[in-house]
């Protein structure tokens, strides 16, 4: 279920918001599986306890944040089906996005649409 309190942004089909801690199991779920984790750059298995904590690390960092990232849940009918980070460089010039999609979401212009 959405937070509304927590969205940033919303697109014909999609809800980005902030990752919650509590989302730390589902999360782990995908990014647990090898299919899609074999483009990534975290071991397997990836601790769900750290998952939580790296969602926690982000929960109340202002955005757009120089020098540091934001993790944004992917929401689709609902559903958490992947998320995406994006990080700033100290200047806050230049951002990097890297993304995750649960496998039966890929494909589908989630990504592209995020």
């Known amino acids: ?11 014909e089909r999609l809800v980005l918001r902030r990752l919650r801690v509590d989302e730390a199991e589902v ?4 990014k647990n599986d090898p299919e899609v984790a074999r483009f990534q750059d975290w071991d397997l298995p990836y601790p769900v306890e750290d998952i939580a904590a790296n969602i926690a690390a982000y ?3 202002p955005w757009p944040c120089p ?3 934001l993790n944004v849940a992917i929401e689709y009918e609902g559903e958490l089906i992947g998320d995406f980070e994006v990080g700033w460089d100290d200047a806050g010039e230049e951002a990097e996005i890297g993304y995750t999609l649960r496998l039966e979401h890929q494909g589908k212009g989630f990504a592209t649409e995020a």
Do not use: F
């Open 67 to 69: 020098g540091a990232g």
């Open 27 to 30: 999360v782990g779920e995908y």
């Open 59 to 61: 929960e109340h960092r």
């Open 1 to 11: 279920m959405t937070s509304h309190a927590k969205v940033i942004l919303t697109t």
